[in-house]
């Protein structure tokens, strides 16, 4: 026990005298010289690079924000209006006391160069990702040796990475001969935008080796670029065609069973996205679990909705697909200004959690946003849920009998009226969810379920009425198509083209991809 009680008093010993010679050592900046200043920062990186106070005390320098007392040399800090003691809590009002410590441009230089240090080599990988990438941006050949010394040590390879393609910026840059001819060559293997400039820089050499070196490594970048470009638009393909299936499943249920045309299917949707606005509203303080919350929610909003819609309105217009048609497309008007008067007719804002924030960085050419690759993931594993019901449960089972043959389902005892709701309370369901991962993608208003409808008919259409693989497959095809035609055409011209070419396809495949099976499906 006396042995362990020796050692913990002499770290205590140890770590005061540590923080003391720190603190007494920075006092020493409120030196007039700069020359001493230099000095007093050279020993400070040498023997309190891992302080995390120093940091601080050479950002807060560089920015003019730091102050020494008159009386005590003591460190203090600008914070708006107040001054913070570095080393204490004392807090004071005025600067009545206390002078500014002066730099010059050499010691901002030192200081630059000292922070990027602390920062490439510090313990924290987001830290030295941090400061490889502001020395990319910020190239100079002071930096050469510091990033020599840093790819030596670095372990991470990601941040290797960063820390080559600036030491190969440097040498393309301001070196000459071999060294020059090796670094131009290596920038063909990166990706950023510096590169692309140093690189464009060297295009039109006098050096004929230098300029054929300059040129094949540009034209591997762009070759690299165009591929990953390719990749970011399928990605986006693949986002839009889960947002359209999440938005036709419901559609493709209740279109497929009932035979029902519900113009009103955009507005259950919005229900659902207005749902998320809600909880959100309700939760202020727990926005992160907002979205998971309003899942269950939506699907239970808009699912009672559209059994109510069913109930009041469809029930008693079943084989009447016009009339139908008309009173849906009527109701969706009154959900939308209902809406309006509840909420308002502008759009509003739904927070999107943090989890679900900033992009995956593949690479500097390609990076894929959160949310969408949570709602690609969300769409699928609706999907496949809804497959699952559709296939394996007793419900399913019933509405693929109503679906296939209503007469022969009745007389085998099954409850069409009850399926008809049931079958329409889930699509409805469905609509709402989708509603919840488009209001992470786009502003929640009275008319966003307006631009989902026709897609959504478009997709069951095409992918075979009643057909939840032909959904699926519609849906990425459709997606993919628009995304890829957009740049070429414009976002309104791809739109036209699509429209032509399911009039086309219907004209050759009027039952769509996969056609249902069934006696019905000869009406």
Request: charged residues 20%.
């Amino acid at each position: 026990m006396n042995i362990i009680k020796i050692i913990l008093l002499n770290l205590l010993i140890f770590s005061f005298s540590y923080a003391s010679d720190f603190q007494e050592l920075s006092s020493k900046l409120s030196d007039k010289s700069f020359k001493v200043k230099e000095q007093v920062l050279d020993e400070l990186i040498v023997n309190f690079k891992e302080e995390e106070k120093l940091e601080i005390l050479l950002q807060n320098m560089l920015l003019g924000n730091l102050y020494y007392k008159n009386e005590t040399n003591e460190i203090f800090i600008s914070n708006n209006s107040a001054f913070k003691g570095l080393f204490t809590d004392e807090l004071l009002e005025t600067e009545d006391n206390l002078s500014k410590v002066k730099i010059n441009n050499k010691l901002r230089s030192v200081i630059k160069s000292s922070l990027a240090k602390i920062n490439l080599f510090s313990k924290n990988v987001d830290k030295r990702v941090k400061a490889a990438k502001n020395i990319l941006a910020n190239l100079e050949l002071e930096d050469k040796e510091l990033l020599q010394e840093a790819i030596k040590s670095e372990k991470k390879e990601s941040v290797k990475e960063l820390l080559e393609e600036s030491l190969a910026n440097i040498e393309a840059k301001y070196s000459t001969g071999e060294e020059q001819l090796i670094a131009v060559e290596k920038l063909g293997s990166f990706l950023s935008s510096k590169s692309l400039e140093t690189l464009n820089s060297l295009k039109d050499s006098s050096d004929e080796k230098l300029k054929i070196a300059a040129n094949k490594s540009l034209k591997s970048i762009e070759s690299s670029k165009s591929f990953y470009s390719f990749l970011e638009t399928a990605f986006f393909g693949l986002s839009m065609g889960s947002v359209l299936l999440l938005a036709a499943i419901g559609l493709a249920i209740t279109f497929g069973v009932m035979k029902v045309i519900n113009m009103a299917h955009g507005e259950l949707i919005m229900i659902g996205a207005y749902t998320t606005y809600t909880i959100q509203q309700l939760m202020p303080n727990l926005i992160e679990y907002s979205i998971i919350i309003a899942i269950p929610a939506a699907f239970i909003v808009s699912g009672l909705v559209g059994i109510l819609i069913e109930r009041l309105v469809i029930r008693h217009l079943y084989g009447r697909p016009l009339e139908t048609l008309l009173a849906t497309f009527g109701v969706s008007l009154v959900l939308q200004q209902i809406v309006r008067t509840i909420y308002s007719p502008l759009n509003q804002e739904v927070k999107t959690p943090s989890w679900m924030s900033g992009a995956l960085e593949v690479n500097q050419a390609l990076s894929l946003t959160y949310n969408r690759l949570y709602i690609v993931v969300f769409a699928l594993m609706v999907f496949f849920a809804i497959l699952y019901v559709m296939k394996k449960t007793s419900l399913g089972l019933k509405v693929r009998a109503v679906s296939q043959n209503r007469p022969i389902a009745r007389a085998m005892g099954i409850k069409s009226s009850f399926i008809d709701a049931a079958t329409f309370g889930i699509g409805s369901g469905i609509a709402g969810v989708a509603g919840v991962a488009l209001s992470q993608l786009t502003n929640v208003g009275p008319n966003l379920g307006q631009a989902y409808i026709v897609d959504s008919f478009m997709v069951v259409v095409f992918g075979g009425v009643g057909n939840l693989w032909g959904t699926l497959i519609a849906a990425f095809t459709l997606g993919e198509i628009n995304k890829f035609i957009e740049p070429l055409a414009g976002a309104v011209l791809a739109k036209v083209l699509i429209l032509v070419f399911i009039i086309l396809f219907i004209q050759k495949r009027p039952r769509g991809l996969f056609p249902q099976k069934g006696r019905d499906a000869q009406d």
